[in-house]
């Protein structure tokens, strides 16, 4: 989807045709070299055999950014880019539905502890297609009733089929009590 | 070692028979196994795992049988997700999306399910019947891979990044030396120092694979996809509007005029397959790479190239039948399901081990032959399917982006039973989202995290056994004419580009 290719996708224009987010660019190489960083300061004490590769690797990936740092400041002082995060945001019209998004995943892996799969996948999909149908204009009970009907194979399927150990919660006691 | 592996055609007939006898059982185990195949987290060696009450109360042939179908589905089933939703099934799937995903949002769906489902199937025939031929001669190849020639292989893995990153090798090799470091997390092979584990616990025993899979490819992917009404082109929707049973066969032409190609692919899948810890994952990005570095049109690699598809699905079909060789000639699985087979059928009382193929030879052979017909039940029961399955494609990101997270998040739960593997597939899927938006390649930063901690084994073992010598990865005859092909094969695309370019330009002039 995002590869190099995405270019023909119907959201709107991306960054990737106006000049280079270099700041953007920058994300994934600083935290590469943070990540690394940490990664020396765990294997000070340790003996060699758990250094060596560390070392190596970090060091030339470490190098690696550095090159890539001189590339992105060269992009930028020819004029070609600036140091600004649109590529990473854009487009802005979906930043809400982003953030929705990753707010409901946050709360489907702290919640499915207690709730178990099914009850958990149920109010994560509720609450997602609620919004992106009611966005269209249609009605709460499809997405009430495609949230129950997914929700349920996932627990026919997985659960009650294949006896795989999902999360349990009341939903799944009460049935494994009662069958 | 002296094997009496000689089959004649009396005893193949009779095994080929007697495997058919089992339809029944082998029908619902191709469709189990490419259900499994296709959801991340899970695998044919968990299924087994799961089934093992099943398999153990069964009779021998019928529990080989149900097993060996279920694990020649299941690789192929891993192929489906990956080039329609960019969501490999296991990680042996992951070099799939690179083209096949590209295709699928083409509106060429249809056609890349063919043709991964014919180049799954005859990579998975052909090495079947290499290996029932030269099962002694293959069991010998891991006698020779020692650590230092394991780290060549390694590195083949790795120089795919110089393909996959074709438009920015610097931002491809971050990705993979990223990857690398990630990959590094863990106790260390040696002392069991703990290195980058944040302090958990979860991370002493490195970075599990399939949250890691599932994050950068289907978090990511969700998040991407909530961007557009659809996952196809306009282009691709224009051709989703009338879909017809054409495209299905034009995949399955595209696979039988490249006939060479699915047959080398397989063989480099093949030959992989049979060194115990190299996995399906390492054998479809070599094969990508060398398809790749031969090809005459490698600019076309990345963009939904049929050919960039064939490669990864024969090769990690091709590995299918390589990890049982040496379980059956040595007692050694060559991967997780291979040892799950051992476990299941020494249960049986059955012994593996040079003596197997006089003391019962309808399991020594019987083996590879239920492969190969589960191959064929395999490609009838899947082609007919392509069509209907494509329209997955055609759902509205609405619905797809939510399944994908729920789905996924729990599949990434699975192998392990940590929750704590949810929360690290959404820290795998923000980087793998942060990734693609600013056009650093996931599957570089995969390689690295599969690769990682198996080129630190190797690397270790061979420096330690020098005694510290470095010198030591130049010191085999084998390892050096792996070096050279490994350096040709990096050397081939650049070579080979210059020479068109320099034909262009003379005879443009």
């Given amino acids: 989807m995002s590869d190099e290719n995405s270019a023909e996708l119907d959201a709107e224009p991306s960054a990737a045709s106006g000049p280079r987010s270099m700041g953007a660019e920058l994300v994934i190489p600083a935290g590469a070299v943070v990540f690394t960083l940490y990664y020396f300061l765990t294997i000070i004490d340790s003996p060699w055999t758990a250094q060596v590769s560390a070392v190596f690797v970090g060091a030339i990936l470490i190098a690696l950014v550095l090159a890539f740092m001189i590339t992105a400041i060269r992009t930028v002082a020819r004029g070609d880019g600036d140091w600004g995060f649109a590529a990473l945001l854009q487009p802005l019209s979906y930043v809400k539905t982003r953030l929705y998004l990753l707010g409901l995943t946050v709360g489907y892996i702290v919640v499915i502890n207690w709730l178990g799969f099914t009850i958990t996948t149920f109010l994560f999909l509720f609450l997602f297609l609620a919004m992106a149908l009611l966005g269209q204009g249609k009605r709460v009970k499809l997405s009430l009733s495609l949230a129950a009907a997914l929700s349920i194979s996932g627990y026919l399927l997985f659960i009650v089929a294949f006896e795989t150990r999902f999360p349990f919660g009341p939903f799944e006691t009460a049935l494994e009590a009662l069958f | ?253 595209i696979c039988v005029k490249r006939w060479w190609h699915v047959t080398w692919c397989s063989i480099v899948g093949l030959a992989i397959g049979v060194i115990p810890g190299a996995g399906a994952s390492i054998a479809a990005f070599v094969a990508y790479q060398q398809s790749r570095s031969f090809s005459k049109t490698p600019e076309l690699y990345g963009t939904g190239h049929p050919e960039g598809l064939i490669a990864p699905e024969a090769a990690n079909n091709g590995v299918t039948s390589g990890t049982l060789v040496p379980l059956i000639i040595l007692g050694l699985p060559g991967g997780a399901t291979a040892a799950i087979m051992l476990v299941v059928l020494e249960f049986h009382g059955v012994n593996f081990g040079p003596s197997l193929f006089a003391e019962r030879p309808e399991i020594g052979f019987g083996i590879f032959i239920a492969m190969f017909v589960s191959y064929v039940f395999m490609i009838f029961t899947i082609i007919p399917l392509s069509r209907y399955m494509t329209r997955v494609t055609v ?115």
């Fill in chain 2, 395 to 509: 759902i509205s990101t609405s619905f797809m982006a939510p399944v994908i997270i729920s789905f996924t998040l729990v599949g990434s739960f699975v192998p392990r039973e940590f929750a704590f593997d949810m929360g690290l597939a959404l820290a795998f899927g923000i980087l793998g989202y942060v990734a693609r938006k600013t056009n650093y390649h996931v599957a570089a930063i995969l390689i690295g995290v599969i690769l990682g901690p198996l080129l630190e084994q190797f690397f270790l073992r061979a420096i330690r056994m020098a005694n510290g010598d470095i010198m030591v990865l130049f010191s085999s005859r084998l390892g050096n004419a792996l070096w050279l092909a490994l350096a040709v094969s990096i050397a081939l695309p650049y070579a080979l580009d210059y020479k068109r370019r320099k034909a262009e330009t003379s005879g443009g002039s």
């Fill in chain 2, 1 to 253: 070692m002296e094997i009496g592996t000689d089959i004649t055609w009396d005893i193949f007939t009779g095994l080929l028979l007697n495997t058919l006898s089992f339809w029944w059982m082998m029908i619902p185990a191709v469709i189990l196994g490419l259900v499994v195949g296709a959801i991340p987290g899970f695998s044919a060696a968990n299924t087994i795992i799961i089934l093992l009450p099943l398999t153990f109360a069964m009779d021998v042939e019928a529990g080989l049988v149900f097993m060996v179908a279920l694990y020649s589905a299941s690789r192929m089933g891993a192929g489906i997700p990956a080039i329609l939703v960019n969501i490999p099934g296991t990680a042996g799937a992951a070099a799939t999306p690179l083209d096949g995903y590209p295709m699928a949002r083409q509106g060429r769906g249809q056609q890349a399910l063919a043709i991964s489902f014919v180049a799954s199937t005859a990579g998975g025939l052909l090495t079947t019947i290499i290996a029932l031929l030269a099962m002694p001669w293959l069991a010998r190849v891991s006698f020779f891979m020692h650590s230092v020639e394991m780290i060549v292989v390694m590195l083949f893995g790795i120089s795919l990044i110089a393909t996959i990153a074709a438009r920015n090798t610097l931002k491809g090799l971050i990705a993979c030396f990223f990857g690398l470091m990630i990959g590094f997390v863990g106790t260390d092979h040696v002392y069991a120092a703990p290195r980058a584990t944040f302090g958990f616990l979860e991370l002493y025993d490195g970075i599990p694979l399939v949250p890691a899979l599932v994050g950068l490819f289907a978090v990511s992917e969700a998040f991407l996809v909530i961007e557009g009404e659809s996952i196809l082109t306009k282009r691709g929707r224009e051709l989703m509007a009338a879909p017809s049973w054409a495209a299905t066969f034009e995949g399955m032409q």
